[in-house]
């Protein structure tokens, strides 16, 4: 799997929109980009996934870019209970073995 | 839709007692995995399964120990329990067969301490 690097810590307004980006250049062609979210003592969350074109579901967008070196998370319209670790994660789609999550970001939605 | 449930969800034990965590899940998902959570780090796979009757070891599998005779129970058990062993135990299902293998499925976690 591609190796991935995310911010620490961000924070964010509630009711603004939260941009979390993602690095990922040495993606390969095969590889999808993952987005998971563990809000503090929970499971994580799966939120949403692509290859290159961008994607949206009920709960974010996702935006990669066009050699796919990166990519951001979107949460149109955040409220304080997004606040979360959020993981990008890159591999090849159809992989079913485990996910391996990094450090994340972690997003403090603020009132 | 009950999805993935973990019991108990939280366990005090004492050090060389034998402890079982039970996961089941109702999708009849063909994957299933067990991961670990340490204060502080991410999470870390212990065992996963393919199917029923079919396990294998992950990153940290010693003093570990699985079986799934039917595919929507995944039982974990620490023969003889450590300290080190104290953790927050996530399972997760998945099924590839749907191309969205990389869906996993957590379930509410397990608080263990061992004493």
């Known amino acids: 799997d591609a190796k991935t690097t995310q911010p620490p810590s961000m924070d964010c307004a509630e009711g603004r929109a939260a941009n979390l980006p993602c690095n990922h250049s040495?993606?390969?062609?095969?590889?999808?980009v993952y987005w998971y979210r563990q809000i503090h003592s929970q499971g994580p969350q799966y939120i949403i996934h692509?290859?290159?074109n961008n994607e949206t579901n009920e709960m974010a967008s996702l935006i990669i870019t066009e050699d796919r070196k990166s990519s951001t998370l979107i949460l149109p319209h955040a409220t304080l209970r997004d606040t979360a670790v959020y993981y990008c994660?890159?591999?090849?789609?159809?992989?079913?073995?485990?996910?391996?999550f990094g450090s994340g970001t972690q997003l403090t939605v603020l009132p | 839709d009950a999805g993935i449930t973990q019991s108990p969800r939280y366990k005090i034990t004492e050090t060389g007692r034998q402890v079982t965590l039970m996961c089941h899940q109702t999708w009849s998902h063909s994957y299933m995995f067990w991961y670990r959570q340490d204060l502080g780090h991410g999470l870390r796979l212990i065992y996963y399964?393919?199917?029923?009757?079919?396990?294998d070891k992950g990153e940290v599998p010693d003093g570990y120990v699985v079986s799934r005779s039917k595919t929507e129970n995944f039982p974990l058990t620490l023969e003889s329990a450590t300290r080190s062993q104290t953790s927050v135990y996530f399972c997760?299902?998945?099924?590839?067969?749907?191309?969205?293998?990389?869906?996993?499925?957590f379930g509410p976690g397990t608080r263990l301490t061992v004493l």
């Open positions: 399964s393919a199917a029923a009757d079919i396990t």
């Open positions: 040495t993606i390969s062609g095969n590889e999808y």
């Open positions: 994660i890159v591999r090849v789609v159809g992989s079913a073995r485990q996910l391996t």
């Open positions: 692509g290859l290159k």
């Open positions: 997760a299902s998945s099924e590839p067969r749907t191309g969205r293998a990389n869906e996993q499925f």
